[in-house]
């Protein structure tokens, strides 16, 4: 039995239509309410692949179209107008090949754009005994590369990288390798809207390309925001709203498959050129993110214009108690090759154990990054701490800080304090050239440093190469009854609080090594924009 549709809706069994013709078409009015709908059919048995036409039937509005089975996700093509094939042996791109239960399926829409004063859609649908796709060969069931290197260092990459599985996009994941590789970088995420389809590809490109490593993961993408699942493997419903599916449970879902989540391009304004890019949604409860993406593609093509606003918002998550570490992404389609920001414009680094995906992992929850913010050849900075830390946290009552720049000269240095630059910018002139700072942590986990890169561009000083934020924790003085949550005594937090007011209200001491540079008499270094 079929289901009724409304308007205009022509069945036809098996067969009795002429050739090409399809065995289903629903044409009608895209529903008033909500900003998702369902498109019901049932497919026979028998069915090897089904064909699927769709578009809206107003060239002025998109609608993103997506396939459920009743087992679940098939797959995602956005906006992407391609007619989808859904096979056992194979499908088209976007979607999954596997078995055809016959019985109830749907096409699912999303109203990504609706102007039109009458919007409507058409959807035709065909069953087949045959397949028309060759039998994929690049497909297995994803299984974690073995570590590429076994090093612990900073491992170059891009967060933010889409292949041809992702609707808008072009590149094969060959053309992926070839180009990072060609930039040196060491990895890439591969994030394809709302898919998984190029999971099944990775193991195939990952033998063909063993000196880059393939990290899963997808863009998870709303109307309302959009981020990154790196290590997702599995769909998880993005219809927010839809059936009362909220932002909190589909973060939820990313987390029970262990990905970590990343908000991508926050302040992304662009229209219709990038739905939904800016991040609209609530904030986070703590736990439930791991980093913000605070440059999205490279400063001088499109960075520098939203890149401000990303930093703010990654600054007040650190204040409203999140540790997150600090992310860029190219956001490229082309495999570097349209005209968009190229693979590896930022650069990631990521300090790991080696190149796996799971020391990345780590390295990520340890706030262990840095981002260049143009690309690769950007100036690099390490920032080391006395005593060591633990994760993203160094205990003690004092704590040295050391921040070592690199290929830098010519350019300008800070330390950042929970978002306030703790003095002028220092003008680079050594190559390496080594800043320090001894800092008194404050009592209340809100107290954090981080190290800043800064090149002038026009007489204006720009973040050029940013890290992730160590945070600073007091040490319990001795003999101390603090209990185990690690309050300390109300006289001593005090003081901690008044030193934290201070430190704020005025910039703190330069480290020995920023004093000698400054008693050379260097010049005072251009406008600074950040505070």
């Not at 006395?386 to 921040?403: H, I, K, M, N």
Request: proline fraction near 8%; glycine fraction near 12%; charge should be negative.
């Amino acid at each position: 039995m079929r289901f009724a549709l409304p308007l205009l809706v022509v069945l036809a069994a098996r067969g009795a239509l002429a050739q090409g013709a399809a065995d289903l078409v629903v044409e009608d009015a895209v529903p008033a309410d909500g900003e998702f709908f369902e498109v019901p059919f049932e497919v026979p048995a028998g069915t090897v692949e089904i064909q699927i036409a769709h578009r809206p039937l107003d060239d002025g509005d998109i609608l993103d179209f997506g396939v459920q089975a009743p087992e679940g996700f098939r797959g995602y093509g956005g906006g992407n107008l391609e007619d989808a094939i859904v096979g056992v042996a194979a499908s088209s791109r976007s979607y999954l090949p596997g078995p055809i239960t016959p019985g109830a399926w749907s096409l699912y829409v999303g109203k990504a754009k609706v102007n039109s004063s009458a919007p409507g859609y058409h959807v035709e649908v065909t069953f087949r005994t045959e397949a028309t796709l060759p039998p994929a060969t690049d497909r297995a069931p994803y299984l974690e590369a073995a570590p590429l290197a076994s090093e612990a260092r900073f491992y170059a990459g891009d967060f933010h990288v889409h292949s041809e599985d992702s609707g808008d996009a072009r590149p094969p994941l060959a053309e992926i390798a070839d180009f990072a590789r060609g930039r040196g970088l060491d990895f890439v995420v591969v994030t394809d809207h709302n898919t998984v389809s190029q999971i099944d590809r990775l193991g195939a490109a990952q033998g063909a390309h063993p000196e880059l490593l393939f990290v899963p993961g997808v863009e998870f993408t709303t109307y309302q925001g959009h981020a990154t699942g790196f290590g997702a493997t599995g769909w998880v419903d993005h219809r927010i709203g839809w059936q009362g599916r909220t932002i909190e449970g589909a973060l939820d879902d990313l987390a029970a498959q262990g990905a970590l989540v990343s908000i991508n391009h926050p302040a992304l304004e662009l229209g219709d050129a990038c739905i939904g890019c800016a991040w609209r949604h609530p904030h986070p409860a703590v736990g439930a993110i791991h980093g913000v993406e605070i440059e999205t593609g490279g400063w001088r093509q499109a960075g520098r214009l939203f890149a401000w606003d990303a930093i703010a918002l990654w600054e007040q998550l650190l204040d409203e108690g999140h540790h997150l570490a600090a992310i860029g992404g190219s956001d490229d389609h082309q495999a570097g090759q349209g005209n968009g920001s190229p693979i590896g414009d930022p650069t990631t680094l990521v300090f790991a154990d080696g190149l796996s995906v799971t020391a990345l992992r780590q390295g990520i929850l340890d706030s262990r990054t840095v981002v260049k913010m143009q690309g690769p050849s950007d100036p690099m900075v390490v920032l080391d701490t006395t005593p060591p830390r633990v994760g993203d946290t160094v205990t003690a009552a004092e704590v040295t800080l050391t921040a070592t720049v690199s290929g830098g000269v010519g350019s300008w240095f800070r330390f950042v304090r929970g978002g306030l630059g703790l003095d002028l910018p220092v003008e680079v002139t050594e190559d390496p050239h080594v800043f320090e700072l001894t800092l008194t942590p404050v009592d209340g986990g809100a107290d954090r440093v981080r190290a800043e890169v800064q090149v002038d561009d026009g007489g204006e000083l720009v973040p050029r190469t940013i890290t992730s934020y160590l945070w600073l924790a007091p040490a319990p003085p001795d003999g101390c009854s603090c209990s185990v949550s690690g309050r300390v005594p109300v006289g001593q937090g005090l003081v901690f609080a008044l030193a934290w007011l201070l430190a704020r209200a005025a910039p703190a001491r330069p480290g020995a090594r920023e004093r000698r540079r400054w008693r050379r008499g260097s010049a005072p270094p251009p406008r600074s924009r950040h505070p």
